[in-house]
């Protein structure tokens, strides 16, 4: 094989990956393009509530957010103490 026949291979890779990458260019701009167009939104059908009953739901899911994150803190910090305490164990009781 003479040192064409390297060169041309090299050509018609760089063509075919130029290639594929216009492709996969237009396919990204058409997505994008037909996103834009449908302005795709998903209709969810929430139910009617007054502002009164608004500020009590978000009263509760407030409260409920507080207690657990106060639980899990709680759990937190006995876990830490209880691994505190094995390895203050191990170093001062235990004999090398």
């Known amino acids: 094989m003479d040192g064409w026949g390297s060169l041309t291979m090299l050509i018609k890779r760089q063509e075919a990956a130029k ?3 216009a492709a996969l ?3 990204l701009k058409k997505r994008k393009e037909n996103l834009i167009k449908e ?4 209709n969810l059908k929430f139910p009617k509530i007054s502002n009164l009953e ?15 994150k106060i ?3 709680v759990i937190n910090l ?3 103490i209880i691994i505190i305490s094995l ?3 191990f ?3 235990k004999k090398w």
């Open 78 to 80: 006995i876990i830490f």
């Open 71 to 73: 639980k899990n803190n």
């Open 39 to 42: 302005k795709y939104t998903q």
């Open 19 to 21: 290639n594929r990458k």
């Open 54 to 68: 608004m500020t009590a739901l978000k009263k509760e899911i407030r409260k409920k957010h507080k207690k657990d």
């Open 91 to 93: 170093f001062a009781f």
């Open 25 to 27: 260019k237009y396919e």
């Open 87 to 89: 390895f203050y164990y």
